[in-house]
């Protein structure tokens, strides 16, 4: 063989010699190529070891060192603790000896099982699969299935709720239904926040976009309640309207001005004075006295420009200019027969001045000249009367318990009326809205009567009776916005009351009787805009609160 060929063929010699028959085949080589060698077909993938086995073994090698080093551990611990403290445990955590994993799951509760992603592991699916179910209660108390009954006697709430004298008690289930029952008679039905059939429709859409728009904005979008509560009535006991003035004679009465935050005090000590309205101090601005003339009433005019004021014992009428500073006494009015003038109306409109005579009459007379223009006379003596808000009509109750509707332009009686289980009037107002008319008796009752029926109906049946009050009601006034009744007697102490409307219940938290400060009350006005409430007693104190609903504190 030529040296060429023998040099190019002894390294191929080499490359494929046997291997010693002493060395044993590796289990690479087996599988693959050797070098040099032909090429052999790799095993396929299910025959091929996954490199995670070894490591997942070794970690399942450890996990299981570990909790047995942990076992060991609690055992040590266990051989120290008293049984006592052994069987509680045993009691609270159960039996875990074996398995404390199976303590942590149990701590852990419940998990949901969530649908996942298709990419889990086996393994993973398993151990949610190993998760415990929901266990039963161990114990199971028989008095909890048993239905509680709601005593409905001993709760003066609960007892306006009885429709007969056989419910003394109620279930839970049925209480709750009452109670719908008179939250939706006092809204007027059920509201649209309330209501749980409504389901989503494709106008929802359009509302989650504007959500979205909504949530991309900053500012307040919280206001509070446009309508009052009933129930409990906040409010806030501010300094006396008349404090820079003390005085102990009776007031008579209390008036807020009819645009400004003025307050009017007067009383038997023949004095008028008027105050600022602050709530801390309430400085007084002036004070009118009037000698020898204890003052029965005193109004401010219907634009506020004057005070008018009358006395228990004269037929003098006195009018007060506060822009010129004059005060103009009416000595006689032509045509006016009344030996004493005490009990007076200014019409809303300004246009009107009204004078409750005896023996049945009423004079109506020209604010402006202070002239009589005519005179009405109804059976009986007349207890008060009043204006409506339009200044049209004028209504007034009798002492036989009657009310009679005039009207002021004909000076002709509209309508007469009973008033349902009064036997003598004291006290008439109407709303400023037109709506309602509160009627007051000797014997406590006040009934809220629909303006409309009482204009039609020679018996008409009232809203509500409100039964609060013992003695004779001898005040009565409504709240600018007509969401508040304030009625008082002053033959009682602390006999006042706020009644809401529409749903005619009076708020429970007013007076607080255990403070006992309000004494008899004589008089009562609430303020146009700011949500003051102020009253007369006969100690000479003209107390004032703020209800919360109107103004912040």
């Given amino acids: 063989m030529p040296p060429e060929r023998r040099s190019r063929t002894r390294p191929d010699r080499r490359a494929g010699a046997r291997p010693d028959r002493k060395t044993r085949m590796r289990p690479d080589d087996r599988a693959g190529a050797g070098p040099g060698g032909p ?29 047995r080093l942990r076992q060991r551990n609690r055992q040590t611990l266990e051989e120290d603790k008293p049984a006592v403290e052994r069987c509680l445990e045993e009691l609270v955590f159960g039996d875990v000896e074996d398995d404390e994993d199976a303590l942590l799951r149990r701590l852990r509760g419940p998990r949901v099982q969530v649908q996942e992603d298709s990419g889990d592991s086996e393994l ?36 306006d709720m009885m429709k007969n004298a056989s419910e003394t008690k109620l279930s839970k289930d049925e209480l709750q239904k009452r109670l719908k029952e008179e939250f939706q008679h006092a809204m007027g039905g059920v509201p649209a926040w309330a209501e749980t059939s409504k389901r989503k429709t494709s106008s929802d859409d359009e509302s989650e976009e504007d959500e979205d728009d909504l949530l991309q904005r900053t500012g307040n979008f919280i206001s509070t309640s446009t309508s009052l509560p009933k129930g409990i009535l906040k409010m806030k006991h501010c300094q006396h309207a008349n404090a820079e003035r003390p005085t102990t004679a ?20 023949n004095a008028v004075s008027l105050f600022q309205v602050d709530g801390k101090t309430n400085p007084k601005i002036q004070s009118i006295y009037l000698e020898k003339f204890p003052i029965f009433k005193a109004c401010f005019s219907a634009n506020g420009e004057k005070v008018l004021a009358t006395s228990t014992h004269s037929k003098v ?63 009986g003596r007349i207890a008060a009367s009043t204006f409506s808000s339009d200044s049209k009509k004028v209504y007034a109750s009798s002492g036989d318990g009657d009310v009679y509707v005039w009207d002021v332009n004909s000076r002709k009686c509209l309508n007469r009326f009973v008033d349902e289980g009064s036997l003598y009037g004291l006290s008439i107002a109407t709303s400023r809205n037109g709506q309602y008319v509160a009627c007051g008796s000797n014997c406590g009752v006040v009934n809220i009567y629909n303006q409309d029926s009482c204009l039609q109906e020679a018996n008409p049946k009232p809203i509500k009776a409100v039964m609060n009050l013992v003695t004779g009601v001898t005040s009565l006034t409504f709240n600018p916005t007509t969401e508040i009744l304030a009625i008082a007697s002053e033959k009682m102490k602390e006999a006042v009351r706020l009644v809401h409307l529409p749903s005619c219940t009076v708020f429970s938290n007013f007076p607080v009787v255990k403070k006992k400060n309000i004494s008899l009350v004589h008089t009562m006005d609430f303020s146009p805009r700011s949500g003051y409430f102020a009253l007369g007693n006969e100690k000479g104190k003209a107390l004032m609160y703020r209800l919360h609903h109107y103004s912040d504190f």
Avoid: C
């Avoid at 039963?136 to 028989?142: C, H, M, Q, R, T």
């Avoid at 005593?151 to 003066?156: I, L, S």
């Avoid at 009776?250 to 000590?269: E, N």
């Fill in 39 to 67: 090429l052999q077909k790799a095993a396929p993938s299910s025959q091929r070891k996954s490199p995670a086995r070894p490591r997942a073994a070794a970690a399942v090698v450890a996990a299981e060192e570990e909790r």
């Fill in 124 to 159: 993973e699916n398993e151990a949610k699969d190993n998760f415990p179910p929901h266990k039963k209660p161990v114990w199971l108390d028989e008095e909890d299935e048993d239905e509680e009954m709601v005593d409905m006697m001993n709760n003066r709430f609960r007892k």
């Fill in 250 to 269: 009776r007031i008579s009465s209390v008036q807020f001005h009819p645009r400004a935050q003025v307050v009017m005090v007067a009383g038997l000590d």
């Fill in 317 to 379: 009428l006195y009018v007060y200019d506060m822009l010129a500073g004059k005060l103009i006494p009416v000595h006689q009015v032509r045509g006016l027969k009344e030996k004493i003038v005490r009990s007076f109306e200014v019409s809303p409109d300004g246009s009107f001045l009204l004078i409750n005579g005896v023996a049945g009459y009423f004079h109506l007379l020209s604010m402006k000249t202070k002239e009589l223009i005519g005179s009405m006379k109804i059976n």
